[in-house]
């Protein structure tokens, strides 16, 4: 069974659609990329996956169970976890606050324990807020926040956006060493190069619409693309 | 003027500054979680007042009034969280802000019909105020003063403290990221609004037992309320709580400058001032609830 399905699924805000019959599915275990120019709906479709919008139709399943009209909030017990393009820790908590507050944990002492093993840095500034940590840091407790709850599907919004180029590394090590905690993981990237490196397959998105869809080496080996939506090399 | 009379001017302000930070607490827990100024504050607080009066009737002292004060004004604010403000959530702010206005004009004529513009005052025993030093202190003052205190510590405990609170702050900080984190908005809501009326109880109940209690109290309290609020930065709970007190300071100490009857334009003042100069507020950067 398909960890997510996404079928003919249109979603936007007020009364406008942003996305437009789109259709992606991930595996178990897979990184799949979803690339695409600023602004061609990859955050749309993501809040929508999350629960986060209320203009959405179309079919979206997890793991076979239907995710429309399931509340947002319901989605990490399921074994979704999402960080956000922007503002994805709780900047007015503490590191640690930010690992509490998270619901769904089953052996809640033992899994903080285990993040902060993970990542070290974070053990450190366990009671610093959130929003004094440095930009390695906080990418670093994003990921330790959605990992709290043990999730079998991760969506991430641009983990590497406004990072410099050794903490992209960083970041991208992070996304590869999930499939060994048994995570999934749907990955949205502008300038997608780097990401496809990692991934197994990508989708190509323009305009709300997904525009070529392959296999994550044969899309980098795509001359026509590369210029038009993968960014410099 | 002497310095024993400015003394005691502080004093009062301290004490008034402190039922204006109670109100301001309650309003920026509002701002913070449901992201709107409920201008029914005031007279969520009024409500609470007379609830207090009511039991006074019945042989109730000061712990009655309180009691019975705060439990009356949890409950209203939670009413009009879940009749009203609840089906707002989805639109814009200035929905839910006109709607507090229209709710708080509502709630004085409802009390004014039934109880009349007259003020009354809590029939507690009178206690011969106790010099220490230049100061003149009233036993009432002091139990006002540990009340307010208590019941400001109390909210700062369950927001840093509790789980809920923790919950609370996570909504406020970013509504988003909570919900993809698993919590539930409804139950935080339900939460800040019994605390939110509460502090308004507390706040309505202590100005009852400082000053009298009628119909336009809570109105009244709204406008240093609100200027308490934007001075700490609009959302920041320790910010309300000291801009509730330079409000009271402010008031008190400008008396003998502009008379008895225009103090109340003071915190008005400052609110301009505060608006034209420096909107953000005094600790704008050091959000608590953002
Ligand atoms: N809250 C919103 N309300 C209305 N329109 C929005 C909202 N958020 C985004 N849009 C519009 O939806 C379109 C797609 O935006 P979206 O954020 O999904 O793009 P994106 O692919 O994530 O871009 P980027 O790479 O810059 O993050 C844009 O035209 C944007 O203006
Ligand atoms: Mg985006």
């Known amino acids: 069974m398909s960890t997510l399905t ?21 595996e178990p275990l897979e990184i799949v990329t979803i690339a695409g120019t600023n602004g061609s709906g990859k955050s749309t479709l993501v809040k929508g996956l999350m629960g986060l919008l209320k203009r959405i139709r179309g079919r979206v399943d997890f793991e076979g169970t239907s995710l429309l009209g399931v509340p947002g909030e319901r989605r990490i017990h399921m074994g979704i976890a999402y960080v956000p393009q922007v503002n994805n820790v709780f900047a007015s908590l503490t590191v640690l606050e930010n690992l509490q507050v998270v619901e769904g944990v089953s052996d809640r002492r033992r899994r903080m324990a285990e993040m ?41 919004d641009e983990p590497t956006a406004a990072l410099s180029p050794a903490l992209v590394h960083e970041v991208l090590r992070l996304i590869t060493a999930l499939r060994g905690m048994g995570v999934a993981v749907l990955l949205v990237e502008q300038r997608a190069r780097q990401a496809l490196a990692i991934s197994d397959r990508g989708y190509i998105l323009d305009s709300g619409r997904v525009v070529i869809e392959d296999r994550a080496d044969r899309l980098l080996a795509d001359e026509r693309m590369a210029d038009l939506y993968l960014g410099e090399h | 003027m002497g310095s024993a009379y400015l003394i005691n001017l502080a004093f009062n302000g301290v004490i008034l500054g402190l039922i204006v930070a109670l109100a301001a607490l309650s309003i920026t827990l509002v701002f913070g979680i449901a992201r709107f100024p409920n201008a029914a504050t005031g007279d969520v607080a009024t409500v609470g007042a007379f609830a207090g009066l009511a039991v006074t009737a019945t042989g109730g002292g000061t712990a009655a009034i309180l009691g019975f004060g705060v439990l009356t004004a949890a409950g209203l604010s939670l009413l009009f969280y879940l009749i009203l403000f609840r089906g707002l959530a989805d639109k814009p702010p200035v929905a839910s802000l006109i709607a507090s206005i229209g709710l708080a004009f509502f709630v004085r004529a409802v009390l004014t019909f039934f109880v009349g513009h007259n003020q009354q005052v809590y029939p507690l025993p009178i206690v011969r105020a106790v010099p220490f030093g230049p100061l003149r202190v009233q036993p009432t003052d002091l139990q006002v003063i540990a009340v307010a205190v208590l019941a400001l510590a109390a909210v700062f405990a369950l927001l840093h403290l509790t789980a809920i609170g923790r919950r609370m702050r996570a909504v406020a900080d970013n509504p988003d990221l909570a919900r993809a984190s698993g919590i539930a908005a409804t139950r935080v809501l339900v939460v800040m609004w019994l605390c939110a009326g509460a502090l308004a109880g507390v706040s309505g109940t202590l100005l009852g037992i400082k000053t009298v209690v009628s119909p336009e109290m809570g109105w009244d309290l709204l406008m240093p309320a609100f200027a308490a609020t934007i001075l700490g930065t609009i959302g920041n709970p320790v910010g309300a709580v000291l801009g509730g007190l330079l409000i009271g300071l402010a008031q008190e100490l400008s008396t003998p400058i502009v008379g008895f009857t225009y103090k109340i334009g003071v915190g008005f003042l400052v609110l301009l001032l505060m608006l034209l100069v420096r909107p953000q507020g005094l600790f704008a950067g050091n959000a608590l609830v953002r």
């Open chain 1, 6 to 26: 996404v079928a003919n699924l249109y979603a936007g805000y007020g009364d406008v659609d942003i996305v437009t019959d789109l259709s992606l599915r991930v």
């Open chain 1, 116 to 156: 902060l093993d993970r990542f070290p840095a974070l053990q450190e500034r366990r009671s610093t807020k959130a929003g004094a940590l440095s930009g390695g840091e906080r990418q670093q407790l994003a990921f330790a926040r959605a990992l709290m709850a043990s999730p079998r599907l991760m969506i991430l």
